[in-house]
T-cell receptor
Framework: SQQGEEDPQALSIQEGENATMNCSYK?????LQWYRQNSGRGLVHLIL?????REKHSGRLRVTLDTSKKSSSLLITASRAADTASYFC???????????????FGKGTKLTVNP | AAGVIQSPRHLIKEKRETATLKCYPI?????VYWYQQGPGQDPQFLIS???????DKGSIPDRFSAQQFSDYHSELNMSSLELGDSALYFC?????????????FGPGTRLTVL
Protein backbone atom coordinates (compact mmCIF):
# COMPACT_ATOMS: atom_id res chain seq x y z
CA SER A 1 0.00 0.00 0.00
CA GLN A 2 1.11 3.55 -0.62
CA GLN A 3 3.20 4.86 2.26
CA GLY A 4 2.77 8.55 1.64
CA GLU A 5 -0.52 10.12 0.77
CA GLU A 6 -0.80 13.81 0.07
CA ASP A 7 -3.81 15.99 0.34
CA PRO A 8 -5.20 17.89 -1.29
CA GLN A 9 -4.51 16.29 -4.67
CA ALA A 10 -4.85 19.71 -6.28
CA LEU A 11 -4.75 23.20 -4.84
CA SER A 12 -5.36 26.51 -6.60
CA ILE A 13 -4.61 29.80 -4.86
CA GLN A 14 -3.88 33.43 -5.64
CA GLU A 15 -0.43 34.93 -5.55
CA GLY A 16 0.44 36.15 -2.07
CA GLU A 17 -1.69 33.56 -0.31
CA ASN A 18 -0.26 30.72 1.73
CA ALA A 19 -0.40 27.13 0.50
CA THR A 20 -0.58 24.19 2.86
CA MET A 21 -0.10 20.62 1.72
CA ASN A 22 -0.37 17.59 3.95
CA CYS A 23 1.17 14.16 3.84
CA SER A 24 0.25 11.09 5.85
CA TYR A 25 2.15 7.86 6.10
CA LYS A 26 1.59 4.46 7.63
CA UNK A 27 4.78 3.07 9.16
CA UNK A 28 7.65 4.40 11.22
CA UNK A 29 10.16 6.51 9.36
CA UNK A 30 13.73 7.71 9.58
CA UNK A 31 13.00 10.92 7.81
CA LEU A 32 10.51 12.59 5.52
CA GLN A 33 11.43 14.70 2.53
CA TRP A 34 9.52 17.12 0.38
CA TYR A 35 10.20 17.49 -3.33
CA ARG A 36 8.97 19.83 -5.99
CA GLN A 37 8.52 18.90 -9.62
CA ASN A 38 7.60 21.15 -12.50
CA SER A 39 5.53 19.44 -15.14
CA GLY A 40 7.52 16.59 -16.65
CA ARG A 41 10.77 17.89 -15.20
CA GLY A 42 13.19 16.73 -12.54
CA LEU A 43 12.68 16.39 -8.82
CA VAL A 44 13.98 19.24 -6.72
CA HIS A 45 14.70 18.51 -3.09
CA LEU A 46 13.12 21.07 -0.76
CA ILE A 47 13.49 19.94 2.84
CA LEU A 48 14.43 16.85 4.82
CA UNK A 49 12.98 16.54 8.32
CA UNK A 50 14.20 13.78 10.60
CA UNK A 51 11.94 11.71 12.81
CA UNK A 52 13.21 13.48 15.94
CA UNK A 53 12.46 16.92 14.53
CA ARG A 54 9.13 18.68 14.70
CA GLU A 55 9.57 21.71 12.49
CA LYS A 56 11.99 23.06 9.91
CA HIS A 57 12.16 26.26 7.94
CA SER A 58 13.80 27.11 4.66
CA GLY A 59 13.05 30.52 3.19
CA ARG A 60 9.32 30.67 2.55
CA LEU A 61 8.93 26.98 3.32
CA ARG A 62 7.90 25.55 6.66
CA VAL A 63 7.63 21.83 7.26
CA THR A 64 6.16 20.18 10.32
CA LEU A 65 6.28 16.56 11.33
CA ASP A 66 3.97 14.84 13.81
CA THR A 67 5.18 11.29 14.27
CA SER A 68 2.33 10.47 16.65
CA LYS A 69 -0.15 11.23 13.90
CA LYS A 70 2.19 10.01 11.15
CA SER A 71 1.71 13.20 9.23
CA SER A 72 3.64 16.14 7.84
CA SER A 73 2.69 19.45 6.35
CA LEU A 74 4.41 21.77 3.92
CA LEU A 75 3.53 25.44 4.14
CA ILE A 76 4.56 27.87 1.41
CA THR A 77 4.07 31.43 2.53
CA ALA A 78 3.47 34.42 0.27
CA SER A 79 3.14 32.18 -2.75
CA ARG A 80 4.30 33.23 -6.20
CA ALA A 81 3.23 32.14 -9.67
CA ALA A 82 6.63 30.47 -9.96
CA ASP A 83 5.66 28.12 -7.11
CA THR A 84 3.25 26.40 -9.47
CA ALA A 85 4.37 22.76 -9.51
CA SER A 86 3.63 19.34 -8.07
CA TYR A 87 4.84 18.73 -4.54
CA PHE A 88 5.64 15.25 -3.31
CA CYS A 89 6.42 13.95 0.13
CA UNK A 90 8.75 10.97 0.32
CA UNK A 91 9.39 8.83 3.35
CA UNK A 92 12.48 6.95 4.25
CA UNK A 93 11.35 3.95 6.25
CA UNK A 94 13.03 2.53 9.31
CA UNK A 95 15.26 -0.40 8.44
CA UNK A 96 13.85 -2.36 11.39
CA UNK A 97 10.37 -1.94 9.98
CA UNK A 98 11.37 -3.56 6.73
CA UNK A 99 12.56 -0.36 5.13
CA UNK A 100 15.78 0.24 3.34
CA UNK A 101 17.49 3.07 1.60
CA UNK A 102 14.67 3.68 -0.82
CA UNK A 103 12.29 6.59 -0.69
CA UNK A 104 8.56 5.96 -0.95
CA PHE A 105 6.80 8.80 -2.67
CA GLY A 106 3.24 9.98 -2.17
CA LYS A 107 0.88 10.79 -5.00
CA GLY A 108 1.66 14.49 -4.88
CA THR A 109 -0.26 17.74 -4.65
CA LYS A 110 -0.56 19.81 -7.80
CA LEU A 111 -0.32 23.45 -6.76
CA THR A 112 -1.41 26.24 -9.07
CA VAL A 113 -0.65 29.81 -8.04
CA ASN A 114 -2.63 32.29 -10.08
CA PRO A 115 -1.06 35.70 -10.75
CA ALA B 1 28.56 22.04 -7.28
CA ALA B 2 28.49 18.86 -9.32
CA GLY B 3 25.12 17.20 -9.66
CA VAL B 4 23.89 13.79 -10.73
CA ILE B 5 24.25 13.35 -14.47
CA GLN B 6 21.95 11.19 -16.51
CA SER B 7 22.24 10.31 -20.15
CA PRO B 8 20.62 10.40 -22.50
CA ARG B 9 18.05 13.00 -21.49
CA HIS B 10 15.58 11.78 -24.06
CA LEU B 11 15.30 8.40 -25.74
CA ILE B 12 12.83 7.07 -28.25
CA LYS B 13 12.64 3.34 -28.89
CA GLU B 14 10.38 0.88 -30.65
CA LYS B 15 8.58 -1.96 -28.90
CA ARG B 16 10.80 -4.97 -28.21
CA GLU B 17 13.98 -2.91 -28.54
CA THR B 18 16.60 -2.49 -25.84
CA ALA B 19 17.57 0.69 -24.02
CA THR B 20 20.47 1.56 -21.72
CA LEU B 21 20.24 4.48 -19.34
CA LYS B 22 23.31 5.84 -17.62
CA CYS B 23 23.76 7.60 -14.33
CA TYR B 24 26.84 9.36 -13.00
CA PRO B 25 26.51 10.09 -9.28
CA ILE B 26 27.88 13.08 -7.46
CA UNK B 27 31.61 12.55 -6.77
CA UNK B 28 32.25 10.56 -3.59
CA UNK B 29 28.66 9.35 -3.43
CA UNK B 30 28.62 5.60 -2.98
CA UNK B 31 24.94 4.77 -3.40
CA VAL B 32 22.83 5.00 -6.53
CA TYR B 33 19.07 4.62 -6.77
CA TRP B 34 16.80 4.25 -9.80
CA TYR B 35 13.19 5.43 -9.85
CA GLN B 36 10.53 5.24 -12.55
CA GLN B 37 7.80 7.85 -12.90
CA GLY B 38 4.96 7.10 -15.29
CA PRO B 39 2.81 9.90 -16.74
CA GLY B 40 0.88 11.57 -13.93
CA GLN B 41 2.27 9.11 -11.40
CA ASP B 42 4.53 9.39 -8.40
CA PRO B 43 8.09 8.09 -8.66
CA GLN B 44 8.45 4.39 -7.88
CA PHE B 45 11.65 2.85 -6.61
CA LEU B 46 13.26 0.30 -8.92
CA ILE B 47 16.65 -0.70 -7.56
CA SER B 48 19.64 0.61 -5.64
CA UNK B 49 23.35 -0.12 -5.37
CA UNK B 50 25.82 0.51 -2.60
CA UNK B 51 29.51 0.10 -3.25
CA UNK B 52 28.80 -1.71 -6.52
CA UNK B 53 26.52 -4.28 -4.92
CA UNK B 54 22.77 -4.36 -5.26
CA UNK B 55 21.36 -3.14 -1.96
CA ASP B 56 17.62 -3.07 -2.50
CA LYS B 57 15.10 -3.99 -5.14
CA GLY B 58 11.66 -2.60 -5.75
CA SER B 59 9.12 -3.11 -8.49
CA ILE B 60 11.64 -3.69 -11.25
CA PRO B 61 10.53 -6.00 -14.08
CA ASP B 62 12.67 -9.03 -14.87
CA ARG B 63 13.27 -7.47 -18.31
CA PHE B 64 15.30 -4.77 -16.58
CA SER B 65 18.73 -5.18 -15.09
CA ALA B 66 21.18 -2.74 -13.60
CA GLN B 67 24.67 -2.57 -12.24
CA GLN B 68 27.06 -0.18 -10.61
CA PHE B 69 30.58 0.00 -11.96
CA SER B 70 33.96 0.53 -10.29
CA ASP B 71 33.74 4.28 -10.92
CA TYR B 72 30.32 4.24 -9.21
CA HIS B 73 28.36 5.10 -12.32
CA SER B 74 25.34 2.93 -12.91
CA GLU B 75 23.51 1.65 -15.96
CA LEU B 76 19.92 0.52 -16.23
CA ASN B 77 19.41 -1.95 -19.05
CA MET B 78 15.91 -2.42 -20.34
CA SER B 79 15.09 -5.17 -22.83
CA SER B 80 11.97 -6.19 -24.75
CA LEU B 81 10.60 -2.72 -24.28
CA GLU B 82 6.86 -2.33 -23.90
CA LEU B 83 4.64 0.69 -24.39
CA GLY B 84 4.11 0.82 -20.63
CA ASP B 85 7.82 1.39 -20.08
CA SER B 86 7.41 4.93 -21.37
CA ALA B 87 8.26 7.06 -18.35
CA LEU B 88 10.74 9.38 -16.72
CA TYR B 89 13.61 7.45 -15.19
CA PHE B 90 15.39 9.19 -12.36
CA CYS B 91 18.70 8.33 -10.86
CA UNK B 92 19.63 9.59 -7.41
CA UNK B 93 22.80 9.32 -5.39
CA UNK B 94 23.73 9.66 -1.77
CA UNK B 95 26.71 9.24 0.48
CA UNK B 96 26.91 7.60 3.83
CA UNK B 97 24.01 6.60 6.01
CA UNK B 98 20.86 6.87 3.90
CA UNK B 99 18.85 7.33 7.06
CA UNK B 100 20.33 10.77 7.53
CA UNK B 101 21.45 11.94 4.14
CA UNK B 102 19.28 13.13 1.33
CA UNK B 103 19.23 11.57 -2.07
CA UNK B 104 20.20 13.94 -4.83
CA PHE B 105 18.22 13.41 -7.99
CA GLY B 106 19.39 13.73 -11.56
CA PRO B 107 17.35 15.50 -14.24
CA GLY B 108 15.89 12.23 -15.49
CA THR B 109 15.80 10.37 -18.78
CA ARG B 110 12.53 10.52 -20.64
CA LEU B 111 11.98 7.20 -22.41
CA THR B 112 9.29 6.99 -25.05
CA VAL B 113 8.43 3.57 -26.45
CA LEU B 114 6.53 3.63 -29.73
Amino acid sequence: SQQGEEDPQALSIQEGENATMNCSYKTSINNLQWYRQNSGRGLVHLILIRSNEREKHSGRLRVTLDTSKKSSSLLITASRAADTASYFCATHLLITQGGSEKLVFGKGTKLTVNP
Amino acid sequence: AAGVIQSPRHLIKEKRETATLKCYPIPRHDTVYWYQQGPGQDPQFLISFYEKMQSDKGSIPDRFSAQQFSDYHSELNMSSLELGDSALYFCASSRGDPSYNEQFFGPGTRLTVL
